[in-house]
Protein backbone atom coordinates (compact mmCIF):
# COMPACT_ATOMS: atom_id res chain seq x y z
CA UNK A 1 0.00 0.00 0.00
CA UNK A 2 1.25 3.55 0.40
CA UNK A 3 2.23 3.50 4.03
CA UNK A 4 5.11 0.74 4.19
CA UNK A 5 8.00 1.49 6.18
CA UNK A 6 11.17 2.16 4.82
CA UNK A 7 12.39 2.49 8.39
CA UNK A 8 11.57 2.87 12.17
CA UNK A 9 13.42 5.48 14.35
CA UNK A 10 11.02 5.88 17.74
CA UNK A 11 8.60 8.24 15.43
CA UNK A 12 6.57 9.79 18.21
CA UNK A 13 8.05 12.48 20.25
CA UNK A 14 6.50 14.95 23.36
CA UNK A 15 7.63 17.57 20.85
CA UNK A 16 7.76 18.49 17.40
CA UNK A 17 9.76 21.79 15.75
CA UNK A 18 7.74 24.16 13.86
CA UNK A 19 7.89 22.83 10.44
CA UNK A 20 9.37 24.60 7.30
CA UNK A 21 8.72 22.42 4.59
CA UNK A 22 5.85 21.30 3.05
CA UNK A 23 5.35 17.63 4.32
CA UNK A 24 6.16 19.59 7.55
CA UNK A 25 3.36 21.97 7.58
CA UNK A 26 0.97 19.35 5.94
CA UNK A 27 2.16 16.92 9.25
CA UNK A 28 0.97 19.99 11.32
CA UNK A 29 -1.74 20.96 10.03
CA UNK A 30 -2.80 16.77 10.32
CA UNK A 31 -1.70 16.51 13.72
CA UNK A 32 -4.00 18.97 14.68
CA UNK A 33 -6.96 17.63 12.88
CA UNK A 34 -6.96 14.00 13.36
CA UNK A 35 -7.48 13.98 17.32
CA UNK A 36 -9.65 17.07 17.04
CA UNK A 37 -12.76 14.85 15.38
CA UNK A 38 -13.28 12.67 18.09
CA UNK A 39 -12.54 14.32 20.64
CA UNK A 40 -15.05 17.55 19.39
CA UNK A 41 -17.74 14.80 18.14
CA UNK A 42 -17.50 11.97 20.43
CA UNK A 43 -16.72 9.63 17.28
CA UNK A 44 -14.21 8.62 14.87
CA UNK A 45 -14.20 9.16 10.93
CA UNK A 46 -13.01 7.78 8.20
CA UNK A 47 -11.43 11.35 7.04
CA UNK A 48 -9.49 11.72 10.23
CA UNK A 49 -8.73 8.59 11.83
CA UNK A 50 -8.72 6.79 8.87
CA UNK A 51 -7.29 8.75 5.44
CA UNK A 52 -5.43 11.48 7.20
CA UNK A 53 -4.21 9.50 10.06
CA UNK A 54 -2.37 6.98 7.22
CA UNK A 55 -0.53 10.54 6.08
CA UNK A 56 0.33 10.58 9.86
CA UNK A 57 1.40 7.20 10.14
CA UNK A 58 3.45 7.46 6.80
CA UNK A 59 5.68 9.89 8.11
CA UNK A 60 6.39 8.26 11.54
CA UNK A 61 7.57 5.35 8.99
CA UNK A 62 10.23 7.84 7.29
CA UNK A 63 11.53 8.84 11.12
CA UNK A 64 9.51 11.85 10.88
CA UNK A 65 8.68 13.24 14.87
CA UNK A 66 5.22 13.76 15.60
CA UNK A 67 3.48 14.46 19.11
CA UNK A 68 2.46 11.15 21.40
CA UNK A 69 -0.93 12.68 21.62
CA UNK A 70 -1.81 13.04 18.35
CA UNK A 71 -1.95 9.22 17.02
CA UNK A 72 -3.01 7.73 20.44
CA UNK A 73 -6.54 7.84 20.58
CA UNK A 74 -6.94 6.94 17.05
CA UNK A 75 -4.44 3.34 16.88
CA UNK A 76 -6.61 2.60 20.11
CA UNK A 77 -9.29 2.52 18.16
CA UNK A 78 -8.09 1.08 15.11
CA UNK A 79 -6.88 -1.64 17.23
CA UNK A 80 -10.97 -2.78 17.83
CA UNK A 81 -12.54 -3.54 15.09
CA UNK A 82 -15.66 -5.07 16.09
CA UNK A 83 -16.55 -1.43 16.77
CA UNK A 84 -16.06 -0.17 13.88
CA UNK A 85 -19.87 -0.42 12.91
CA UNK A 86 -20.88 1.56 15.69
CA UNK A 87 -18.18 4.49 15.78
CA UNK A 88 -20.45 7.01 17.13
CA UNK A 89 -21.11 8.38 13.79
CA UNK A 90 -24.03 6.49 12.86
CA UNK A 91 -26.21 8.47 10.91
CA UNK A 92 -27.92 9.01 7.18
CA UNK A 93 -24.50 9.17 5.69
CA UNK A 94 -22.63 6.60 7.23
CA UNK A 95 -21.18 3.96 5.12
CA UNK A 96 -20.12 0.98 7.01
CA UNK A 97 -18.39 -0.56 3.99
CA UNK A 98 -16.05 2.27 3.16
CA UNK A 99 -15.62 3.05 6.83
CA UNK A 100 -14.72 -0.94 6.91
CA UNK A 101 -11.87 -0.05 4.09
CA UNK A 102 -10.74 3.28 5.48
CA UNK A 103 -10.05 1.86 9.19
CA UNK A 104 -8.80 -1.61 8.02
CA UNK A 105 -6.14 0.68 5.41
CA UNK A 106 -5.38 2.97 8.79
CA UNK A 107 -4.55 0.11 11.09
CA UNK A 108 -1.84 -1.32 8.03
CA UNK A 109 -0.33 2.13 8.36
CA UNK A 110 -0.82 1.74 12.11
CA UNK A 111 1.41 -1.58 12.26
CA UNK A 112 3.59 -0.29 9.46
CA UNK A 113 4.74 2.65 11.38
CA UNK A 114 5.13 0.22 15.13
CA UNK A 115 2.43 1.67 16.98
CA UNK A 116 -0.40 -1.01 16.16
CA UNK A 117 0.98 -4.21 17.71
CA UNK A 118 -1.88 -6.11 18.12
CA UNK A 119 -1.85 -8.69 15.54
CA UNK A 120 -5.17 -10.49 16.00
CA UNK A 121 -6.84 -7.13 15.52
CA UNK A 122 -5.09 -7.17 11.53
CA UNK A 123 -6.62 -11.10 11.41
CA UNK A 124 -9.90 -9.81 12.28
CA UNK A 125 -9.86 -6.80 10.03
CA UNK A 126 -8.98 -8.48 7.03
CA UNK A 127 -11.96 -11.10 7.67
CA UNK A 128 -14.07 -7.94 7.67
CA UNK A 129 -12.95 -6.64 4.72
CA UNK A 130 -12.93 -10.05 2.82
CA UNK A 131 -16.81 -10.27 3.95
CA UNK A 132 -17.79 -7.34 1.97
CA UNK A 133 -16.50 -8.45 -1.45
CA UNK A 134 -18.97 -8.70 -4.14
CA UNK A 135 -19.41 -11.52 -6.67
CA UNK A 136 -17.35 -10.52 -8.98
CA UNK A 137 -14.02 -9.85 -7.04
CA UNK A 138 -14.95 -6.12 -6.18
CA UNK A 139 -15.26 -4.15 -3.29
CA UNK A 140 -18.39 -1.52 -5.07
CA UNK A 141 -18.70 1.91 -2.54
CA UNK A 142 -20.08 3.60 -5.43
CA UNK A 143 -22.59 3.24 -8.56
CA UNK A 144 -20.52 1.64 -11.54
CA UNK A 145 -19.33 4.70 -13.72
CA UNK A 146 -19.54 7.07 -10.66
CA UNK A 147 -15.98 9.38 -9.93
CA UNK A 148 -14.15 8.15 -7.35
CA UNK A 149 -12.89 10.95 -4.76
CA UNK A 150 -10.64 11.47 -1.77
CA UNK A 151 -13.01 10.13 0.42
CA UNK A 152 -15.74 7.94 -1.67
CA UNK A 153 -12.39 6.33 -3.47
CA UNK A 154 -14.43 5.16 -6.54
CA UNK A 155 -14.83 1.12 -7.17
CA UNK A 156 -11.15 0.51 -8.42
CA UNK A 157 -9.64 2.41 -5.61
CA UNK A 158 -11.67 0.42 -3.13
CA UNK A 159 -10.48 -2.70 -4.69
CA UNK A 160 -7.37 -2.11 -4.76
CA UNK A 161 -6.83 -0.89 -1.25
CA UNK A 162 -9.35 -4.12 0.12
CA UNK A 163 -6.99 -6.28 -2.02
CA UNK A 164 -3.57 -4.68 -0.39
CA UNK A 165 -5.47 -4.98 2.94
CA UNK A 166 -5.89 -8.37 2.87
CA UNK A 167 -2.21 -9.40 1.52
CA UNK A 168 -0.91 -7.76 4.85
CA UNK A 169 -3.65 -8.98 7.04
CA UNK A 170 -3.52 -12.65 6.08
CA UNK A 171 -2.22 -13.77 2.42
CA UNK A 172 -2.62 -17.37 3.22
CA UNK A 173 -6.39 -16.88 4.46
CA UNK A 174 -7.44 -14.74 1.95
CA UNK A 175 -5.83 -16.52 -1.13
CA UNK A 176 -9.23 -17.03 -2.84
CA UNK A 177 -10.65 -13.42 -2.49
CA UNK A 178 -6.87 -11.85 -3.24
CA UNK A 179 -6.87 -14.28 -6.39
CA UNK A 180 -10.71 -12.57 -7.55
CA UNK A 181 -9.83 -9.35 -6.46
CA UNK A 182 -6.79 -9.44 -8.80
CA UNK A 183 -8.91 -10.51 -11.73
CA UNK A 184 -11.31 -7.79 -11.30
CA UNK A 185 -8.59 -5.29 -11.28
CA UNK A 186 -6.71 -6.61 -14.55
CA UNK A 187 -10.39 -6.38 -16.53
CA UNK A 188 -11.17 -3.01 -15.09
CA UNK A 189 -11.40 -0.53 -18.28
CA UNK A 190 -8.43 2.04 -18.11
CA UNK A 191 -10.79 5.24 -19.61
CA UNK A 192 -9.70 8.01 -16.71
CA UNK A 193 -6.59 8.98 -15.47
CA UNK A 194 -7.78 7.76 -11.68
CA UNK A 195 -8.36 4.17 -13.52
CA UNK A 196 -4.83 4.89 -15.34
CA UNK A 197 -3.32 5.50 -11.56
CA UNK A 198 -4.98 2.67 -9.55
CA UNK A 199 -3.73 0.58 -12.42
CA UNK A 200 -0.44 1.42 -12.14
CA UNK A 201 -0.49 1.17 -8.45
CA UNK A 202 -2.13 -2.38 -8.93
CA UNK A 203 0.09 -4.31 -10.71
CA UNK A 204 3.31 -1.71 -11.62
CA UNK A 205 5.10 -4.09 -12.98
CA UNK A 206 2.46 -5.69 -15.50
CA UNK A 207 3.18 -6.12 -18.85
CA UNK A 208 4.71 -3.88 -21.61
CA UNK A 209 1.09 -3.10 -23.20
CA UNK A 210 -1.31 -2.16 -19.98
CA UNK A 211 2.47 -0.15 -19.06
CA UNK A 212 2.15 1.73 -22.08
CA UNK A 213 -1.63 2.06 -21.86
CA UNK A 214 -2.36 3.19 -18.44
CA UNK A 215 1.45 5.74 -19.17
CA UNK A 216 0.02 7.51 -22.00
CA UNK A 217 -3.53 8.06 -20.33
CA UNK A 218 -1.38 9.49 -17.59
CA UNK A 219 0.89 11.40 -20.46
CA UNK A 220 -2.02 12.89 -22.20
CA UNK A 221 -3.84 13.86 -19.02
CA UNK A 222 -1.28 16.16 -17.62
CA UNK A 223 -2.57 19.79 -17.27
CA UNK A 224 0.14 23.05 -18.14
CA UNK A 225 -0.34 23.38 -14.39
CA UNK A 226 1.85 19.99 -14.13
CA UNK A 227 -1.28 18.22 -12.34
CA UNK A 228 -3.49 16.10 -13.39
CA UNK A 229 -7.58 16.09 -13.01
CA UNK A 230 -9.51 12.64 -13.32
CA UNK A 231 -10.18 12.96 -17.01
CA UNK A 232 -7.42 13.46 -19.82
CA UNK A 233 -9.08 17.00 -20.75
CA UNK A 234 -10.06 17.53 -16.75
CA UNK A 235 -8.77 20.80 -15.22
CA UNK A 236 -6.00 19.39 -12.57
CA UNK A 237 -7.35 18.44 -9.24
CA UNK A 238 -4.89 17.89 -6.02
CA UNK A 239 -6.43 13.89 -5.18
CA UNK A 240 -6.22 13.21 -8.74
CA UNK A 241 -2.85 14.75 -8.77
CA UNK A 242 -1.77 13.07 -5.77
CA UNK A 243 -2.93 9.50 -6.69
CA UNK A 244 -0.46 9.93 -10.24
CA UNK A 245 2.14 10.63 -8.19
CA UNK A 246 1.76 7.90 -5.80
CA UNK A 247 1.38 5.60 -8.78
CA UNK A 248 4.70 7.26 -10.47
CA UNK A 249 6.23 6.17 -6.96
CA UNK A 250 6.66 3.19 -8.25
CA UNK A 251 7.52 3.06 -11.63
CA UNK A 252 10.52 2.80 -13.57
CA UNK A 253 12.47 6.05 -13.18
CA UNK A 254 13.10 6.95 -16.26
CA UNK A 255 13.33 10.53 -17.39
CA UNK A 256 9.97 11.49 -18.58
CA UNK A 257 8.53 9.44 -15.29
CA UNK A 258 11.09 11.75 -13.17
CA UNK A 259 9.77 14.80 -15.07
CA UNK A 260 5.95 14.11 -14.44
CA UNK A 261 6.52 13.82 -10.60
CA UNK A 262 8.79 17.10 -10.09
CA UNK A 263 5.97 18.73 -12.33
CA UNK A 264 3.15 16.78 -10.13
CA UNK A 265 4.95 18.29 -6.80
CA UNK A 266 5.34 21.43 -8.23
CA UNK A 267 1.38 21.72 -8.35
CA UNK A 268 0.75 20.69 -4.98
CA UNK A 269 2.78 22.84 -3.18
CA UNK A 270 2.04 25.38 -5.03
CA UNK A 271 -2.05 25.17 -4.15
CA UNK A 272 -1.05 24.10 -0.27
CA UNK A 273 -3.09 26.35 2.01
CA UNK A 274 -0.81 28.44 4.67
CA UNK A 275 -2.41 26.08 7.08
CA UNK A 276 -0.56 23.17 5.80
CA UNK A 277 -3.85 21.38 4.22
CA UNK A 278 -4.97 21.84 0.26
CA UNK A 279 -8.14 22.40 -1.07
CA UNK A 280 -10.99 19.90 -1.10
CA UNK A 281 -11.40 17.74 -4.47
CA UNK A 282 -15.00 17.41 -4.90
CA UNK A 283 -17.18 15.77 -7.41
CA UNK A 284 -18.54 17.99 -8.89
CA UNK A 285 -15.69 20.58 -8.05
CA UNK A 286 -15.90 23.63 -6.09
CA UNK A 287 -18.07 22.19 -3.10
CA UNK A 288 -17.19 23.09 0.43
CA UNK A 289 -16.25 19.83 2.43
CA UNK A 290 -14.61 19.46 5.75
CA UNK A 291 -13.87 15.72 5.64
CA UNK A 292 -13.41 15.93 1.68
CA UNK A 293 -10.68 18.36 2.90
CA UNK A 294 -9.28 16.18 5.30
CA UNK A 295 -9.06 13.04 3.29
CA UNK A 296 -7.71 15.54 0.47
CA UNK A 297 -4.98 16.88 2.46
CA UNK A 298 -4.18 13.53 3.38
CA UNK A 299 -3.95 11.62 0.14
CA UNK A 300 -1.69 15.18 -1.08
CA UNK A 301 0.79 14.53 2.16
CA UNK A 302 1.21 10.52 1.13
CA UNK A 303 1.77 11.60 -2.28
CA UNK A 304 4.85 14.07 -1.32
CA UNK A 305 5.94 11.76 1.32
CA UNK A 306 5.95 8.99 -1.16
CA UNK A 307 8.23 11.23 -3.91
CA UNK A 308 10.37 13.31 -1.08
CA UNK A 309 13.72 11.30 -2.18
Not at 74 to 99: C, H, I, M, V
Request: charged residues 20%.
Amino acid sequence: MFTLCLFFSGGLSPHVAPPSDAEGRALAYLSREVPLWSRANNCFSCHNNGDAARALYAAVCQGRSLPTRVLADTTRWLQTPGAWDKNGGQGPFSDKKLARLQFAAALIAAHDAGLAKDRPALTRAGRLVAAMQDDDGSWRVVPDNALGGPTTYGNALATYIARTTLQRAGAAEHSEAIRRADTWLRKAPVETVLDAAVALLAFPRSDAAHQRRCLDRIRKGESREGGWGPYVNSAPQVFDTALVLLALAGQEQAPEVIAWRKRGRYFLLATQEQDGSWPETTRPSGADSYAQRLSTSGWATLALLSTSR
